[in-house]
């Protein structure tokens, strides 16, 4: 399954700001030379600007200034004084353009948890998933999207971007951060309340037949963890149609191997030391028991 982690809405943001700064100047633009036709009207051109740039419905705007340059424009005093306001015009377009221009791009959005802050407690406290999800968590895509301002790989989605940047050393630190952006997102899908227990149908079968029994695959996730040094991801994979329980440190993921995360468990620090400081093993113990969303797990098979 695709989890739906990240939006490209806000890169329409700049197309549709300037849309509306185009609509507004055009009608400023417009407001100007009709004041500016009263004013003149009697000392040039007969004063009947409007009839020659103005009222032509069957012609588009920039057509209308084209015909007018073409017709009224070059060698009268009109010119002087509209080269002017015409000159003034386009510095007040290009300065009301430069912020939407010079805005910071945004690929990657921080989707909102698939549940309350609070939904996993007393398992996952509320301030721990404050902290985890508010701020390691935003701080990896907000990284993320700094380093990918002007990246050849801006437009490409954020599992693409982990894979083309995997084992690349000078895009190590956008690898870091978008690998991480995207472990989080897939660790809270498999987390729910009221979650855990023994999951049923094939992906039971398939976890029976490849560690024995739901009981030793526990066992050995368990182990797995404990011994896992320094930081890191507990992961379930399909591996040829086969189950298998991989380590992966710091943000390494198995998104660039062959296999397929199915369910993931993040043993950073941060992610149970406020509830649980050094007990790594009671937290990953409360996720199998506990917490663990074992319909999206067998959806990702
Ligand atoms: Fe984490």
């Known amino acids: 399954m695709k989890i739906q982690c990240f ?70 005093r009109f010119f002087q004084n509209y080269y002017i306001a015409f000159f003034f015009c386009g510095c007040l377009l290009l300065g009301a353009l430069q912020p939407v221009f010079a805005q910071e791009r945004k690929p990657l959005t921080l989707a909102p948890l698939p549940y309350e802050q609070s939904a996993l407690e007393p398992f996952i406290s509320s301030h721990t998933i ?81 560690f024995g029994s739901f009981e030793k695959f526990k066992d050995e996730f368990l182990s797995s963890g404990k011994t896992l040094f320094g930081s890191g991801w507990v992961w379930l994979v399909e ?14 993921t198995p998104l660039t191997t062959n296999q397929k995360p199915l369910f993931v468990v993040d043993v950073w620090e941060h992610a149970y030391y406020l509830d649980y400081q050094n007990r790594r093993v009671d937290f990953i113990k409360a996720i199998l028991e506990n917490l663990a969303n074992w319909e999206f797990i067998a959806s990702n098979l």
């Open 239 to 252: 591996d040829g149609g086969k189950l298998k329980i991989v380590r992966t440190a710091n943000a390494e």
């Open 7 to 76: 939006s490209k809405k806000n890169n329409e943001k700049p197309l549709f700001s300037f849309f509306v700064l185009s609509t507004i100047l055009k009608k400023v633009v417009l407001k100007g030379l009709k004041i500016f036709e009263k004013k003149e009207s009697g000392n040039f051109l007969t004063g009947n600007l409007s009839s020659k740039v103005l009222n032509y419905p069957e012609e588009g705007f920039f057509e209308k200034i084209q015909n007018f340059w073409r017709t009224n424009m070059i060698g009268t």
């Open 130 to 210: 404050g902290f985890h999800y508010g701020k390691h968590h935003a701080a990896y895509v907000d990284k993320a999207n700094e380093l990918l301002n002007g990246n050849p790989f801006e437009r490409k989605s954020i599992e693409e971007i982990v894979r083309v940047t995997a084992g690349k050393p000078d895009q190590t630190a956008l690898f870091n951060n978008a690998a991480q952006a995207w472990n989080h997102s897939f660790f809270w899908h498999c987390l729910r309340s009221k979650g855990g227990g023994k999951p049923e149908g094939r992906l039971g079968k398939m976890i029976d037949e490849s």
